[in-house]
């Protein structure tokens, strides 16, 4: 049988959207009908997402919370913004997070919800984990998808401030049934730190019924024995913009041709902005639906997926797995991976070769390894191995599996509902 779960996220399932959304929407999508129930806390202002088919008849109900960080708060001076934060922070957790425990634990009842199901992806969410449990009376689990060393500061949290949030989120770890996480790195230091019983859950590729596969899945349309123009494509944001910066010198350094090919950089992006002085050959389609990118790299040859070297997000690009890698391998496309190489996607490369990883900002070894990656033999290994880390890895059944792991189901009484076409 299947635990009947209660999610508790401030992210609207989607399968188009960010990783938290996408592994929602995928959760939601392998349970049976009928056992999953969401309680979306967020900002009263905050507008609604609109649902998405696969979640359109969750049962579901808004909990308003005041935002978790105040736009403006940066122009105050520290002593009134340290007030400020005192006061919020005191606020949140004797009159926000009380309040919330007994809503959603009334919620949880009239659902006939067994076990909950937590995103520690908020500073309220953290406080409300525990208080929800013991008011609740249901067994904890929680997934991680941002280290909170990286997800705390974007909502102003610094110093001895931080250190308090982190201390609470390391004591629902410890306290928790089950925690799922992003990467087996992160699983191990949490069993180590915590004790935590941790399940790897990463972010599944994009999945479509063979029947409607379009004939570039699992394999690259393009052929790189040709000489066709090399297309490389990003998608997604641009937040690593000194490895982007690398990687365009490297390709004008080369005279935008590698293995004698001309190369194309195909963006989907926005906000893109290199400030290079030098002659590009890159074509800036801006933000693309889920489907607009899907047909991108269906006529791409390489994926390009940058993150960050410098040692300010060392626990980020260690524990993180970037949503994105999912969805390059999903459409079967070997991987330029540029980044370094504790990073979770070197990795992730180390098991299966499905690309090459470059951990350089100068030119000749951003070059040296775009070179080896467009040579047919490795180019072809690489899409084997894309594969083989979808089948093993990223695929539903196997995301399936993971979760039943996480909630301690015994074999589902009836069969779950088939995933959605996202791409």
Known sequence: ?????????????????????????????????GSVSLALVCPQEQAEDPWPASASELPRRRFPAPPDKVPGDGARSRPLRAW??????????RATVPRLAREIAAFAQEQGAEALFLSLSTPTLIDLALPL???????????????????????GFRGARLQRQLERFYRT???????????????????????????????????????????????????????????????GSFYAQQEHRAFAEALADAGWRIGGRPVLLRLLTDGYDLQLHRPLQVELLGWRSAEETAAALATA????????????YDEVVRLAFPTKLALYLGAGKPVFFHGPDHASVARFFRRYRAGVACSSLDSDPIRSALEELAQPERYADAVGAAQRAVEEELSFPTLEGRYRELFGDTPLSAPPRPPQEAL
């Open 301 to 312: 040859d390489i994926a390009y997926l940058p993150y960050w070297t410098d040692p300010r």
């Open 84 to 93: 400020l934060h005192r006061q919020r922070d005191r606020q949140r957790r």
């Open 173 to 235: 770890l410890e306290a928790c049934a089950g925690c799922a996480v992003m990467t087996p790195t992160t699983a191990e230091e949490y069993a180590q730190r915590c004790g935590t019983r941790c399940v790897v859950t990463p972010p599944p590729a994009r999945w479509r019924p063979a029947a409607t596969a379009p004939e570039s899945t699992g394999a690259s349309k393009a052929d790189p024995t040709t000489d066709s123009p090399l297309v490389i494509l990003f998608a």
């Open 1 to 33: 049988m299947s635990r009947r779960l209660l999610l508790v996220t401030e992210t609207c399932p989607r399968p188009d959207g960010g990783g938290g959304a996408v592994q929602l929407d995928a959760l939601i999508q392998l349970r049976p009908q």
């Open 133 to 155: 449990a013991s008011v609740s009376q249901l067994p904890l689990h929680v997934v991680v998808w941002d280290p909170p060393g990286y997800k705390l500061p974007r909502f």
